[in-house]
């Protein structure tokens, strides 16, 4: 639920210090911002709880933990390319694969109860799909807007 407080509360942040700065309202990277404040936050979690996280990661996937640093650098690599105009809108497409590629361990961890921070089996439970579906589709929605969709002068904005 932190990451949906990190996700506006920078793209809010980085709109007011760009319009201080620069003068316009560049809600494309801004929004890139806000993703990248994002991904840099879940990737964290990759380090400081990874035995939950291979948790998460059905039994007959080999390397599990592997995976886990794995997508953890990936979530650091996406949050820089966001940021990079040059490669944003590739970054963008890949990132829309991978969160549709991780929601099947989202919903493993759920089935089966796994609490990624203590690496134990007394986690939400199937409940935690009511919130964890929407979030995901709203993440892709994010990325798609502000990473395909959107060009500079579409998305700046000036009184």
């Known amino acids: 639920m932190m990451v949906l407080l990190i996700l506006p509360g920078a793209f809010g942040i980085a709109l007011l210090l760009i319009k201080l700065i620069k003068g316009n309202w560049n809600l494309q990277l801004s929004g890139c911002i806000g993703m ?3 991904l840099l936050f879940t990737a964290l ?3 400081l ?3 939950g996280m291979e948790m998460m990661i059905p039994p007959f996937f080999p390397f ?3 995976l886990v640093y794995f997508t953890g650098i990936l979530e650091i690599a996406a949050a820089i390319g966001l940021l990079l105009p040059a490669y944003r809108r590739i970054t963008a497409m890949l990132l829309i694969v991978f969160f ?4 099947p361990a989202n919903i493993y961890a759920a089935l089966h109860h796994i609490n990624l921070e ?3 089996t007394d986690g939400k439970g199937p409940e935690y799909l009511w919130t964890r579906i929407p979030e995901q589709i ?3 929605a994010w990325v ?3 990473g395909i969709r959107s060009r500079s002068k579409a998305l700046s904005w000036q009184p």
Not at 100 to 103: E, L
Request: hydrophobic share 60%; glycine share 8%.
């Open 36 to 38: 990248s404040a994002m």
């Open 45 to 47: 979690g990759h380090f």
């Open 49 to 51: 709880f990874p035995k």
């Open 64 to 66: 599990r933990l592997g």
């Open 100 to 103: 549709v590629m991780i929601t």
């Open 118 to 120: 203590t690496a134990t």
């Open 138 to 140: 709203i993440f892709i």
């Open 144 to 146: 798609w807007f502000f």
